[in-house]
């Protein structure tokens, strides 16, 4: 009572210390005290034998022992130690057991078996009571519904996207209902088919190349017991792995089957490893922190096979769940557009993506094994290190595995998004990757409110009617300046019933702006490989809406509702009005071709500065693309014409395209020869001469867009910005030599060290077959 809280505490270490270690070893010792020392023969472990979980040699691990030295009355000190590490050898047991039998029984679908038939009968009646002929026939009137509103409003293509959906599901649908949740829980199934194939990879790399799924799920099993119980064992107690000599594997097997310590420890003397019968002779302290380390590493290996377990045993239950949803599906919601069609993609896509987590973690278990086995196998010595770095091993699998699973739940969602979005919009065009398409915004299942409950609760009551109603009509009360914009409002409903038709028209154009904004960048990224929200997305949306007769003040708008941001819409319209304004100094008879020549002039100014040049290149290609679209080839010439006009096309001259005209045109005394291929000369005729004029001017888009694309592939190749120059001055002078005009070539300002006469390098033949197989798209 009296006593200081130094003194206290020493008395309570002192009695701790007593006993859990003095007292233990004294009773111990007094009951060993017949003899020198005790022999002990283990008793077979019952509440581990019953997941009869054995090694690589038959040995069940529930069996295994920790020979030692368990000291008596004259020698205590071994008394109380290997007490201890009795007590860690058991709490380790338990953990490696337990640890290697759920992964192994997990993969092994026993479990699954048990319940498999009820959920088929229910979902057998279920589709019994609602896949009827009235819910199918209801279910496709309300689909062609939206086909007919489709057509009226002018989306075609979302018109026969709608179509095409309903075709599908009208053909999978019986095939699905008529074994409900076979393709799941059969024995041929999704998930056991992913099973087996993950098993197969998981085998060939353990050396396996003809793999049998039960018998390669036992050898795993017997594999994991090995490396994460036999191995660790020994090296915990013989300092190293006594399996490496074969005799000495031998010995120690047959002592752990008899329970025997003596024995094993015998024969450990008589394989010849002295350092190993040493080491189960004196048992010591570095043992009891090395298996302090073990059961560490054990517990991490428990965790470890525990969380692949809970993620393979829910990616089937939610295969499950999605099956059962996917009956309403097929059965009605499929043939109804919007999120009844996109849960039923949804839910479909998951199943897959099951059979794809299923063989993944597979692999990941087989990887994991393999490296961990090799660990052990290398060990020899040292034994704290093998510890240290299995159970940091063990670690970073956890984490790698988890990060894995929120890989394959992303990509579930973005594959999910991507086939929701083809058939809601026809095409492909949001770039994100979350729910955006199955009304899910940007919110996901791990999202959590409670941190912004009290934001909540104010945002409920200031768009709460209630609230409204209170405060004469205001909207959003609790906003900033919330008062101030009804009265706004008002003024605009006000102006709005004035005119309101006027409103409407700019209200369509704004709408059809976008649409072709849209149609521009789907080029982009169909043609180009494109990301569907870049630059260069934005440059062929913004020239598609100029084209469109959007003026550059409208372009910006028309990029933000096809959904760029602010900062490429304002890059990609700011270019445009640029180009507008270089039209005016230079306009050319052909408008697409004169759009090309601005936009290189635009693009050279800053050739030197990617930052700023970028936009201006991803605009040049945008038109150099649209010049090429309106000129798309389709003219098939005798190779005898083809090679007098890839000869005009190497050295133009206006006399000689003005020659060509006059003999289109039927003028007297115009007489033209050109050889064959047989070698005959032959005159050209008036359908000669029209069809190789319009030769030549695909083939100046054509070589344009290919010399863009190559100046696009590395811009930083200032030679290929000449090409390109040439290119685009070939093409004008062709055009205006073609519509009676001058020629008064392009203006670029080189850089000063690249300024010279060197020779034209020549574009590479892969790019212009690029740009020809694209005529057509």
Avoid at 158 to 179: D, E, N, R, S, Y
Avoid at 368 to 379: N, P, R, V
Avoid at 550 to 571: D, E
Wanted: glycine share 10%; aromatic share 10%.
């Amino acid at each position: 009572m009296f006593a200081t809280r130094r003194r206290r505490w020493t008395a309570w270490i002192s009695i701790t210390f007593f006993v859990l270690v003095i007292f233990p070893g004294f009773i111990v010792a007094l009951g060993t005290a017949q003899t020198s020392a005790l022999t002990a023969v283990a008793a077979p472990n019952s509440a581990l034998s019953w997941m009869d979980i054995k090694d690589t040699s038959g040995v069940e691990l529930s069996s295994y022992i920790f020979a030692t030295n368990r000291g008596g009355v004259f020698n205590p000190g071994d008394t109380v130690l290997s007490l201890l590490i009795s007590v860690l050898f058991a709490l380790w047991l338990v953990l490696v057991t337990t640890g290697v039998w759920l992964p192994s029984q997990t993969f092994d679908f026993g479990w699954l078996n048990m319940f498999s038939a009820p959920l088929r009968g229910v979902a057998t009646n279920l589709t019994a009571q609602i896949a009827t002929p009235l819910m199918m026939a209801t279910a496709v009137a309300i689909g062609a519904f939206f086909v007919a509103w489709f057509i009226v409003r002018g989306y075609h293509a979302k018109a026969v996207m709608q179509v095409l959906t309903m075709v599908v599901v009208a053909i999978m649908g019986p095939l699905f209902l008529a074994a409900p949740l076979a393709e799941v829980l059969s024995s041929d199934g999704l998930l056991v088919q992913g099973r087996d194939l993950g098993i197969s990879v998981a085998a060939g790399l353990n050396g396996n190349n003809n793999p049998n799924p039960s018998q390669t799920m036992a050898q795993m099993q017997a594999d994991m017991a090995t490396n994460f119980g036999r191995y660790p064992l020994q090296v915990w107690n013989f300092s190293h792995i006594v399996d490496n000599q074969p005799s000495c594997k031998a010995a120690w097997t047959a002592g752990v089957l008899a329970g025997d310590e003596d024995r094993v420890k015998d024969g450990m003397k008589s394989c010849g490893d002295s350092a190993a019968y040493s080491a189960a002779n004196n048992p010591s302290v570095g043992q009891i922190g090395a298996g302090i380390l073990l059961l560490f590493s054990a517990g991490m290996l428990l965790l470890f096979g525990a969380y692949l377990s809970v993620k393979v045993v829910w990616a089937a239950l939610d295969t499950i769940y999605y099956g059962f949803a996917a009956i309403f599906g097929f059965a009605a919601g499929g043939f109804v557009y919007g999120v009844t069609q996109t849960f039923t993609v949804r839910s479909v896509v998951h199943g897959f993506v099951a059979a794809a987590r299923m063989a993944i973690f597979i692999m990941f278990l087989g990887i994991y094994e393999l490296f961990l086995g090799s660990l052990f196998q290398q060990a020899r010595g040292q034994v704290m290190a093998v510890f240290v770095i299995g159970a940091l091993v063990e670690v970073v699998a956890i984490l790698q595995a988890r990060r894995l699973s929120r890989g394959l739940d992303s990509s579930n969602d973005w594959i999910a998004n991507r086939f929701a979005i083809a058939i809601q919009s026809g095409n492909a065009k949001s770039s994100g990757g979350g729910g955006t398409a199955l009304g899910m915004g940007q919110a996901s299942s791990r999202n959590s409110m409670s941190g912004l409950a009290m934001f909540a609760a104010a945002s409920t009551l200031s768009g709460s009617p209630i609230t409204a109603w209170a405060t004469g009509g205001v909207r959003d009360a609790l906003m900033p300046k919330a008062f101030a914009k009804n009265k706004a409002d008002r003024l605009g409903w006000a102006i709005a019933g004035e005119f309101g038709e006027e409103m409407k028209n700019i209200h369509y154009d704004r709408l059809a702006l976008g649409e072709f904004a849209e149609r521009g960048s789907g080029r982009a990224v169909r043609i180009h490989g494109a990301q569907p929200r870049s630059q260069l997305a934005a440059a062929f949306a913004a020239e598609q809406a100029v084209a469109s007769g959007a003026a550059p003040s409208s372009t910006y708008a028309a990029l933000r509702k096809s959904g760029f941001g602010h900062n490429i819409a304002l890059k990609a319209s700011s270019v445009q009005s640029d180009i507008t304004e270089l039209l005016k100094a230079d306009p050319l008879p052909s408008e697409h071709l004169a759009r090309v020549v601005a936009a290189s002039r635009l693009y050279e100014q800053d050739w030197e500065h990617p930052t700023w040049s970028g936009p201006k290149l991803d605009a040049l290609r945008a038109a150099a693309y649209k010049f090429r679209r309106n000129n798309p080839g389709g003219v098939n010439l005798p190779r005898g014409l083809v090679e007098v006009g890839e000869q005009f096309m190497a050295a133009p001259t206006k006399e000689w395209i003005q020659g060509l005209q006059k003999v289109a045109q039927g003028a007297d005394g115009s007489r033209w020869t050109w050889r064959h291929s047989d070698g005959s000369l032959r005159e050209f005729s008036k359908r000669d001469a029209e069809r190789l004029e319009k030769w030549i001017t695909n083939q100046s888009a054509l070589r344009v867009q290919a010399a863009t694309d190559w100046v696009a592939d590395n811009p930083a190749d200032f030679e290929r910005v000449r090409r390109l120059r040439e290119e685009i001055n070939i093409a004008s002078d062709v055009n205006n030599w073609q519509n009676g005009k001058a020629s008064t070539g392009q203006t670029a300002v080189a850089p000063p060290h690249l300024s010279g006469h060197k020779p034209l390098a020549q574009i590479p033949a892969d790019f212009i077959t690029a740009a020809r197989d694209r005529r057509m798209t």
